[in-house]
Nanobody
Framework: QVQLVESGGGLVQAGGSLRLSCAASGRTARYYAMGWYRQAPGKERDFVAAISWSGGDTNYADSVKGRFTISRDNAKNTVYLQMNSLKPEDTAVYYC???????????WGQGTQVTVSS
């Protein structure tokens, strides 16, 4: 079993930056791929980014390529999402996920709100 707790969300102006963190607990947490998804009001949950258990492979949605960077620190069992050049359309609840593929979806965090004002 893996537990995920996100932090770092908030309100930021367009063009600004935020860094989300996701702390994982559980004996096998460090062996899972980790990822981020987001869900805007009235919309489906969308994939944002993922990173392999070793950190050697990453995957991004086209909408965030070049602006967002996913990374992980296995010593701390934590994955990060650095978000730069934020746009109002990035506003959503961001969810951390863990699983066995590069679209991980076996375990979920509770979500953290990101709001980008124009």
């Amino acid at each position: 079993q893996v537990q995920l707790v996100e932090s770092g969300g908030g309100l930021v102006q367009a063009g600004g930056s935020l860094r989300l963190s996701c702390a994982a607990s559980g004996r096998t947490a460090r062996y899972y791929a980790m990822g981020w998804y987001r869900q805007a009001p009235g919309k489906e949950r969308d994939f944002v980014a993922a990173i392999s258990w070793s950190g050697g492979d990453t995957n991004y949605a086209d909408s965030v390529k070049g602006r967002f960077t996913i990374s992980r620190d296995n010593a701390k069992n934590t994955v990060y999402l650095q978000m730069n050049s934020l746009k109002p359309e990035d506003t959503a609840v961001y969810y951390c996920a863990a699983g066995g593929s590069m679209t991980p979806n076996n375990y979920w965090g509770q979500g953290t709100q990101v709001t980008v004002s124009s």
